[in-house]
């Protein structure tokens, strides 16, 4: 698991993770927007999820991936852009 979830409660079929305080701050450095549509845009989660994750809530592991994955992304776009 990446350092940047932690495991949580387990539900019945699902994998329930944290998001670490510090991913969520770097979500905030990207936060364009807190409607469905921005956050859906931006990370691939809902508003609820956001909620949930800025709450200190456990969300499913497969949504804590896909953010990971967005977050890496928006990363790696900013670290070319500051190189161009």
């Given at each position: 698991m990446s350092?940047?979830?932690?495991p949580g409660?387990?539900?019945k079929s699902?994998?329930l993770?944290?998001v670490?305080?510090?991913t969520?701050?770097?979500?905030?450095l990207?936060?364009?927007?807190?409607?469905?549509?921005?956050?859906?845009?931006?990370?691939?989660?809902s508003?609820?999820?956001?909620?949930k994750?800025?709450?200190?809530q456990?969300v499913?592991?497969?949504?804590a991936?896909r953010?990971?994955?967005?977050?890496?992304h928006l990363?790696?776009?900013?670290?070319r852009?500051?190189?161009?």
């Open positions: 350092p940047a979830v932690e409660r387990t539900g699902q994998k993770v944290l670490q305080p510090e969520v701050a770097r979500m905030r990207y936060l364009d927007g807190r409607t469905d549509e921005k956050l859906n845009a931006r990370f691939g989660i508003y609820n999820s956001w909620r994750i800025v709450g200190g456990a499913r592991a497969s949504l991936n953010l990971m994955a967005r977050l890496s990363d790696a776009h900013i670290e852009a500051d190189h161009d």
